[in-house]
């Protein structure tokens, strides 16, 4: 009984708290497709050869409305990436070398803002398509909420079992650990952005500094996000199905390296702290497991009760993305894995390598 009731009343507890960050509330999806102005707007498409995905990316925007601006920074690309650009008619800056100190996004970023003249900008990865219909209800959802910053968690895609496995308990543990309703009220304690696709404001970007008071941080968008609640402007987060990653993983490799680039980071390269989250692992994964399969009648009792809550936390997500249920069965072996992937992130940082990212490595 004692093995399995932390990981109960983490489990129940998790399913009681009044922000309820395993629902999935917070979402928005496209309008109905139409020809809406979208002038006051400007894209910026931070992009290091991309050139598999960009076109379908570009003609996404196209499909937004009347009188999108579109600007392609080329980060140093040797694949062809702003002939690409070009031709899909967006305006390219053509950027320049990175400078000491800074993350390359950003620095791509920073370029892009001093082209900018509307009253909006929209941040947007250059593998994330966006459904049309789905820039008129960013503007309609931000002008809703009074917020100067919106943001979307885009769809990743699934294409294997790996991708399925993983992929939606990112999205799920990512709300745990950065509570939407939290984030979208008023309160400075939670800040939370999805940075593949973020809508805000131009003066309050330049309010608040950005990009050059975040230009060594690689989880750029929460801090950025961070910047704008700092400055007194206000922030909304949220999924979505109509903002969709063009990304391909398809395999644990890469995967791992998608998560182990920030993963530590995550834990502020905290020794302390990766130990206490291993044991919340323990506590709330594998514990539970040992004692459902233990002869105590009570233990496993307690331990169906964790399990079943566990469950019931993740079916939300699973079933907002159209993932088969039975997968949150699963989830242990999700957690396991994931433990294991910042446990790599610790390591990799331990030798000196704090993150890598598109051909490049960042120091210590």
């Not at 598999?52 to 570009?58: F, I």
């Not at 390269?269 to 990766?274: N, W």
């Not at 594998?286 to 399969?293: G, I, M, S, T, Y």
């Not at 242990?332 to 992130?345: E, H, K």
Request: with cysteine.
């Amino acid at each position: 009984m004692w093995l399995a009731l932390p990981g109960a009343v983490m489990w129940v507890g998790l399913l009681l708290v009044p922000w309820l960050p395993w629902l999935t509330r917070e979402h928005l999806e496209p309008e109905p497709a139409g020809k809406a102005d979208v002038s006051g707007v400007t894209v910026l498409v931070p992009a290091r050869d991309e050139a598999a995905v960009l076109a379908r990316t570009l003609v996404g925007l196209r499909a937004q409305g009347e009188g999108l601006k579109i600007i392609v920074i080329d980060d140093e690309s040797t694949d062809g990436t702003a002939t690409i650009a070009r031709s899909a008619g967006a305006e390219v800056v053509a950027g320049s070398v990175r400078p000491e100190g800074w993350v390359g996004k950003l620095w791509a970023l920073e370029q892009g803002l001093r082209q900018v003249q509307t009253p909006l900008v929209l941040l947007l990865d250059a593998d994330i398509e966006l459904k049309p219909g789905m820039l008129a209800a960013l503007l309609r959802r931000k002008r809703a909420q009074g917020v100067q910053f919106i943001s979307l968690m885009a769809d990743l895609r699934r294409t294997s079992f790996w991708d399925t496995l993983l992929l939606p308990a990112f999205v799920y543990y990512f709300k745990l650990l950065y509570p939407f309703a939290v984030s979208n009220s008023r309160s400075r304690w939670v800040a939370a952005a999805a940075g593949g696709c973020v809508l805000v404001e131009t003066q309050a970007l330049r309010t608040a500094g950005a990009f050059a008071s975040l230009r060594d941080a690689l989880i750029d968008d929460c801090t950025l996000a961070r910047r704008i609640k700092d400055s007194g402007g206000r922030t909304w987060a949220g999924l979505s199905r109509g903002v969709v990653s063009l990304r391909p993983y398809g395999s644990l490799g890469s995967i791992y390296q998608m998560v182990a680039r920030s993963a530590y980071t995550q834990l502020h390269y905290s020794v302390a702290l990766l130990l206490v989250v291993t044991a919340l692992f323990a506590l709330a994964y594998w514990l539970p497991v040992v004692a459902l399969l233990s002869a105590s009648p009570n233990g496993m009792g307690v331990a169906a009760v964790a399990l079943a809550a566990m469950v019931a936390s993740y079916v939300p997500t699973l079933r907002y993305y159209g993932v088969p249920v039975l997968y949150a069965l699963l989830l242990p072996v999700t957690a396991t894995l994931y433990l294991a992937m910042t446990w790599g992130s610790a390591l990799r940082y331990w030798r000196g390598v704090r993150s890598l990212w598109k051909g490049r490595s960042y120091a210590r």
